[in-house]
């Protein structure tokens, strides 16, 4: 048996501003606590006033890491989401959202990290660094992302082509890429709405895909682009016809 050897949490010596801005934020006790008690609470909010229908779920790993992507329109795209994994996900998942919005402030970074366990993507002056720590926290914590590829909410509900972020994310390696797509989401809270409406929202799950074997270059990141962005097509014009 090997010796036990202590291993300082990953955001050691950071203050709390720093750490809820920070990709390498580990929760606490209480944050734990917040991240479950706001899972639950979405889950009823969207069963109640979107009545929320998932297809698919069996297809999400059991356990991660994976990233589900999806179609962006709406700030309640990444909280429906979230309300489709199960228990044993929760803690483990991480919406990766735009710095420049939601961890702008430490009001907004505060609610961020602790009720919707957000990590901030930087649009801007995002270097190698960060989106190295990304990919470290997706596969050694074992983490689920939530990614948006297109880089933004669509003003008019159409999807936009990727981005190659997610590629850089993973390329060349074993986690799962979960696409998803989502219809409803626009007409309950389009990006000129404060709060949402009480329409439905239909959620369906594609096939996961792999692209260990794709590799870790510009060429690359095209491919996972092109290769997640076609399913997600398919699956946003299922969710809209089921």
């Not at 479950?36 to 979405?42: D, Q, R, T």
């Not at 109640?48 to 990233?67: D, N, Q, S």
């Not at 082509?161 to 060349?172: C, N, R, V």
């Amino acid at each position: 048996m090997e010796p036990w050897k202590l291993q300082p949490a990953h955001d050691t010596g950071l203050t709390p501003s720093e750490r809820f801005r920070s990709v390498r934020r580990e929760s606490g006790l209480l944050e734990s606590l917040a991240h479950h008690i706001c899972f639950s609470m979405l889950r009823s909010y969207f069963a109640v006033a979107h009545r929320l229908t998932i297809i698919g779920r069996e297809k999400l790993p059991a356990h991660g890491p994976f990233v589900l992507v999806a179609n962006h329109c709406s700030h309640l795209d990444a909280l429906a989401l979230g309300a489709a994994l199960a228990p044993r996900h929760r803690e483990r998942a991480f919406p990766i959202a735009a710095g420049d919005v939601f961890f702008q402030s430490t009001v907004t970074s505060t609610f961020s990290a602790i009720m919707l366990n957000a990590l901030p993507m930087w649009r801007k002056n995002c270097g190698p660094h960060a989106l190295a720590d990304l990919r470290r926290k997706l596969q050694q914590e074992k983490a689920i992302f939530i990614i948006f590829p297109e880089g933004g909410r669509s003003r008019t509900g159409s999807m936009m082509p990727f981005k190659h972020g997610l590629g850089m994310l993973i390329a060349e390696t074993n986690v799962p890429v979960v696409p998803c797509g989502l219809a409803g989401t626009f007409e309950a809270l389009p990006p000129h709405r404060t709060l949402p409406r009480p329409v439905a929202i239909k959620l369906v799950i594609g096939d996961a895909l792999q692209f260990a074997s794709t590799a870790n270059d510009r060429t690359g990141w095209s491919q996972i682009a092109a290769q997640v962005e076609s399913p997600v097509r398919d699956l946003v014009a299922q969710s809209r016809t089921a």
